[in-house]
């Protein structure tokens, strides 16, 4: 896993990468995303900042992992891929 230099040790509050998000949260990151599943979506955000998007629709998504092309996730019982 890559960690950004967005995330330098400064005083103060830690920078909020997914507002909103409830529960545990499963999450993956790559050179320029974060990515992580709701209700509905695997959402992405850049690591440089920026507003979260939707990166793919999904019912209850738990993302796996990324490798240099594809973000992975579990739906219920599925194995889902998507091309970045």
Not at 62 to 70: E, L, T
């Amino acid at each position: 896993m890559r960690v950004s230099s967005a995330f330098a040790k400064t005083p103060g509050a830690p920078p909020s990468l997914v507002a909103g998000a409830q529960g545990d949260l499963e999450f993956a990151v790559d050179a320029a995303f974060v990515y992580w599943g709701v209700t509905g979506a695997v959402m992405r955000q850049p690591l440089a900042g920026g507003a979260p998007e939707v990166f793919a629709h999904a019912d209850a998504p738990s993302v796996r992992g990324v490798d240099d092309a594809h973000v992975f996730w579990v739906d219920g019982e599925l194995l889902m891929t998507a091309s970045k």
